[in-house]
C-alpha cells in the first residue's frame, strides 16, 4: 500500500515540476521585474495626479429652518452662463452633499425641495481656494420668516 502511495507522489511531482520549468522556457523575457515595477509606479503616479489636478470641490450641509438635517435634498449646479444644469445630487443621511466640478468658473448651486424654497448661491471656483464649503437653511413654502417681522 505504502510503495503506491510512494508512486503517486513521485509521479505527481514530477509532473508538476516539468510543467513549471515548460511555463519557465515558453515565458516571453521582458525587463527586469523592478525596472517594470518602477515604470507603472511612474505611469499610476501621473494618472493619479492628472485625474484631478483641475477639480474644485463644492460642499455643503442643507438643514431645515428648524436647524436639523435635511436628506435626500437635490443639489444641481450649472456654470453661472448656462442655462443647463452638469452635476446634480441628493444629499445624504445627515443633509451632506458633495460635488467635484471643473476649476476656473463660476457657477451657480441651487438646492431644492418639494415644499420648501428654493435657494441659490454662487461659487467662485476660479481663485486659489479649491473648496467651497456652503450651508443651506431651507424654509417652507408660505412660511413666513420671524426675523423680518420683528
Known sequence: ???VQRRLVLV???LF?????IAAQTKPETSSPKAS???STAKNNKEQKAKH???FLVKGTVFTSEGLSFPGVEIRIRRSNEKKF???TQTNSRGEFAIRVKQ?????????EKGFKEQTKTVDAKSGDRIEDM???LEREGEKNHEKAR
Open 135 to 137: 450651508v443651506f437653511r
Open 12 to 14: 505527481s511531482s514530477l
Open 37 to 39: 515595477v518602477q515604470a
Open 1 to 3: 500500500m505504502h510503495t
Open 53 to 55: 489636478a483641475d477639480d
Open 86 to 88: 452638469r452635476w446634480q
Open 17 to 21: 515540476f516539468s510543467l513549471v520549468s
Open 104 to 112: 476656473g468658473s463660476d457657477y451657480e448651486v441651487v438646492v431644492k
